[in-house]
Every structure is written in structure tokens, then in C-alpha cells.
């Protein structure tokens, strides 16, 4: 029951932050001893049911860009099963340092983005992109952040939405809602790579998603109330947080 407890918090974070909330899931699963590959599969696997609910409200809120989200995300289940294949070959005292790295590099970017970067971003409309474009920008950023995905069992959100702001020019709120949705297949294509490799506990990840389900989609209706400061200040706390977990457990 606390694990769920904490679980429904950890949900309502990443449904209002746009996260899929895997570095978070892993820190709390470290806490608990949780084997650092147990939890890199199980946080993948709860996080495409996690995504879908919280990728259901945004869509609903008018949140997501359809054909840059779907495009990605297909992209980056495929580069996510590969890369959850190559975590499998990494010993696991060594992932802990890396998943908590790539958690501070997403901090670290979300900085750069929105403290020292002065480019406007602009909202997009979808029928200003051309297939061809949009499908090779969909590829670079889906089988880069898919990798990152499977390889370290984080979701890589924060380099999915600035990938999504600065390649298809979509505005903090719709990179939000996006990333939600190309999440979604990442995980999917994560989450069966480590299912095969034999990391994965049903009990442990029917607790989470108890949890995750329920805080995603109710935190998804609060982003569009948020004001943009509180949006990038959610957004840059919640990896270094749960990079401090995993480092500290």
C-alpha cells in the first residue's frame, strides 16, 4: 500500500510535467532494493501504462500534436527494444551512475532551454510540415531518445520535448502533451526488451501502476492552469530529484 501511496504522488508530478515518469519509479524501486534491472524494466513497462493514461487526458485538453507524436514514438520503440537489449550487457552497479547521469543531463538541458536559449518558440500547425521532413526530424529524434530509453530505462523526456520545441516548433504546453504520446510506444518497445532479457516483477509492477495510472491522468488536468515559470521549474526539479534518489539510496 505505501508503495502505491507513493506511486499515486510520483503520477500526479509526471501527468502535470509532461514525464513519463520512469526516473522516478526507478529511484523509489532503489529505495525498496529493488535489483537496478528489476526496476529499469518494471518503471519501462508501468510507464507505456502510465503514458496512455495521462497521454489520453492531454489529447483530450487539445495538448498533442498528432503526426509529430506518433511518428517519434514509433521511431523510438523500435531504437528502445535494441537499447533495452544493450542495458541487459551493463553490470548493474555501473547503471546506477549512468541512469542517474542521464537524469542530471536532463536537467541540465532543460537549463540551457529555457534559461539561456532566446529563441521564441512558436505554436505549430501540423499542416505546415511536409511528410518528408517530418518523417526524417520523427527518425533523429525518435531513435536518438529511444535508445537513451531502453538502454538506462528512463523515458527521456526531457530530450523528447526540447526535440519536439526546437524540431517541429511546438510550444511548452504541446511538447508537454506530446511527449506523453511518444512515450507511450517507447516504452512499449523498452518494456518487452526487458520482459525477454527476464527483468520484470508482475507484483511489483501491478503496485505501480495502481498508482501512476490515477496521478498521471489527474495531473494532466492541471497543466493547463499551470503558468509557464512553474511548468519549467517542474520540469528541470523532477530529474534531479530523482537522480539524487538513485545516487543516495
Not at 136 to 163: C, D, H, N, R
Not at 215 to 239: D, H, W
Request: with cysteine; proline share 3%; aromatic share 10%.
Amino acid at each position: 500500500m505505501f508503495i502505491t501511496l507513493t506511486m499515486l504522488v510520483i503520477g500526479l508530478i509526471c501527468g502535470f510535467v509532461g514525464v513519463g515518469g520512469a526516473g522516478f519509479i526507478i529511484a523509489i524501486l532503489v529505495l525498496f532494493h529493488i535489483p537496478i534491472h528489476t526496476a529499469l524494466g518494471t518503471s519501462l513497462a508501468a510507464m507505456a501504462f502510465t503514458t496512455l493514461s495521462g497521454a489520453y487526458s492531454h489529447l483530450r485538453e487539445g495538448n498533442i500534436s498528432l503526426k509529430a507524436g506518433v511518428w517519434t514514438g514509433g521511431f523510438g520503440a523500435i531504437a528502445a527494444f535494441f537499447g533495452s537489449r544493450l542495458s541487459s550487457l551493463i553490470p548493474g552497479e555501473h547503471l546506477h551512475y549512468l541512469t542517474a547521469g542521464m537524469l542530471f543531463l536532463s536537467a541540465i538541458l532543460f537549463i540551457l532551454r529555457f534559461f539561456m536559449m532566446k529563441r521564441k518558440v512558436e505554436e505549430v500547425i501540423d499542416e505546415t510540415l511536409g511528410y518528408p521532413t517530418l518523417l526524417v526530424k520523427a527518425l533523429l529524434l525518435g531513435m536518438t531518445t529511444g535508445l537513451l530509453s531502453g538502454a538506462f530505462g528512463i523515458g527521456s523526456a526531457p530530450f523528447i520535448q526540447i526535440g519536439l520545441m526546437l524540431l517541429f516548433g511546438l510550444s511548452i504546453r504541446q511538447s508537454i502533451g506530446t511527449t506523453m504520446l511518444v512515450i507511450l510506444p517507447i516504452a512499449a518497445g523498452g518494456g518487452f526488451g526487458y520482459i525477454m532479457e527476464g527483468y520484470l516483477d508482475l507484483m511489483l509492477l501491478f503496485q505501480v501502476l495502481a498508482g501512476t495510472m490515477a496521478g498521471a491522468y489527474l495531473g494532466a488536468k492541471l497543466t493547463k492552469f499551470a503558468p509557464k515559470p512553474v511548468l519549467k521549474t517542474a520540469m528541470v526539479a523532477t530529474p534531479v530529484v530523482a537522480a539524487l534518489l538513485i545516487l543516495f539510496e
